[in-house]
Structures are given as structure tokens and as C-alpha cells.
């Protein structure tokens, strides 16, 4: 099967994009994880899916698929390079549209400057919506992992997050703990493991060790979560620059009920094709 694709990325996060409106893709597991492979495929964090609206209230439907073959709710840089690529696939004419995610509807928008703001929706705290077994909603619960007490913040961005504060992100053990962290058995569906340093009231520096993916360069999703457990702890202000190792994302969230939104780049890499 010859495939057309395109790479993306936002922020470092990096996606092959696929055109499922005008060819039909229909793709296993093991050819999903061939594509994502940095060796014998393309290589990405994720694949990203264009598809036909289910329902009238969207313009597109939108699939993520991480590196490992699992679908998954959402991607909020991927949900940024989706629009991108409609609009410069001339799939639509619109600089804002409604797209169908498992993870609910959100509104993407091209800004003139190029970078794209995404409408998150509100973040959602109630663990068995999460899902975190045995969470209270608090904004800071304790996680036992490895033998010691994490204060993680457990909330969902459309996917899960368990976010925690370090005092030096660089020197933060992401790659002992979020393996540990993505499989804890409290969190059933899995979970993105964040570990953010608050530098000041509107900025802070993001590791993300993400589900199915493992550490990316950039997690969208993640610096919603982030900024969101920053300002319900008391220790940021709306809005935050979110620094991550693959660029800056600005986050806003005006507190309980209201959208998050994300602001941040979308840039194509490439096109061509591959034979699975």
C-alpha cells in the first residue's frame, strides 16, 4: 500500500499527518508503529488522522494514534499541525473549525502571525472522569512510586495527566519515574507524567514523559495541565509561557469552568510517500 503522509511538528512534538478525507486509511497496529519507527518508518511521536465529520457541529474528525500503535483522546500540539495541514491542504477555507476528537470537540485557530491558539475546553478534575482510582479531587494528592510519596496534581486535558513540581526540571529523574508514573495502577487508562519548575508568576520550564510515546520534546496537552495545577496551587497567574526542550507555548486559564487555551507554533516539514 503506497501512502502519502506529511510530517509535522509543534514545539519539537513531531506527527506524520495522514489525509484519511481524500484516500481511505485504514491502518493496523503494526503498520502504525512502522510508520512512527525513527529507523525503518518516517518517525514521530504520533500519527495524526484527518477524517470526515460524524457530526454536523464538526468541520473534521480527528485521530491520534501514539508511537506505539494505541489511539488515544487527544494531542493539543497535534491538534495545532491539524489545522495547519487542512488549511494548507486547502480542506477548508476556514482559519477556525470544530473538530470530533474521542476526547470531546475543540476549536482550533490559524492566528495571523502564523502560530495557531487552540480551545482546550475546561479542564476536568473529578478522578473517576480522569480516570485516577481512589483520587479526591484535591489540587495536590499524594502518589506512592518507587518507595517514595509524590505530590502529584491529577487532572485531564481530554487525556490524563499527573503533574508534579521539581525544583530543577533539568535534573528531574523523567526517565526513572515516568515509565513508573504512565503505568501506575491507579490510573486504568494510563497517564501523561509532567514535571514542571515554576521560574516566575507567568512562566515555567515542562518535562512531559508521555503515554505510549515516552519523553518528547513537547507535550501540548501537558503544558495545559501544567499551567492549570500551577495556578490552582497558587503559584502562577494567566498567562504562562510554558518553555519546553522543543520551543514555547503560551497557556491561558481564567479558573474553574473556563476554556484552556493554547497558543503555539505548527510547522511542516516535509511530504511524500511510503510503502507499507
Known sequence: MLLKFTKMHGAGNDFVVLDGVRQHIK?????????????????????????????????????????????VEQCGNGARCFLRFVHDQKLTPKREIVVETLGGLISPRLEQDGRVTVDMSP?????????????????????????????ISA?????????QLVS???????????????????F?????????????????????????????????TGACAAVVAGIRRGLLDSPVNVATRGGVLTITWDGDGQPVLMTGPAITVFAGEINL
Not at 45 to 55: G, P, W
Not at 155 to 163: E, F, Q, T
Open 27 to 71: 491502518l493496523s497496529p503494526e503498520q502504525l508503529r512502522l510508520l512512527a519507527d525513527r529507523h525503518f518508518g518516517v518517525g514521530c511521536d504520533q500519527i495524526l488522522l484527518v477524517e470526515k465529520a460524524h457530526t454536523k457541529e464538526a468541520d473534521f474528525r480527528y485521530r491520534i494514534f501514539n508511537a506505539d500503535g494505541g489511539e
Open 123 to 151: 479542564p476536568v478534575f473529578e478522578p473517576s472522569r480522569i480516570p485516577f482510582n481512589g483520587g479526591s479531587g484535591a489540587v495536590s494528592e499524594p502518589l506512592e512510586v518507587a518507595g517514595e510519596t509524590l505530590n
Open 155 to 163: 487532572l485531564s486535558i481530554g487525556n490524563p495527566h499527573a503533574v
Open 168 to 186: 530543577d526540571v533539568e535534573r528531574a529523574a523523567v526517565e526513572k519515574l515516568g515509565p513508573l508514573i504512565e503505568h501506575h495502577p491507579r
Open 188 to 220: 486504568p487508562k494510563r497517564v501523561n507524567a509532567g514535571f514542571m519548575q515554576v521560574m516566575d508568576r507567568h512562566s515555567l520550564r515542562l518535562r512531559v514523559y508521555e503515554r505510549g510515546a515516552g519523553e518528547t520534546l513537547s507535550c501540548g
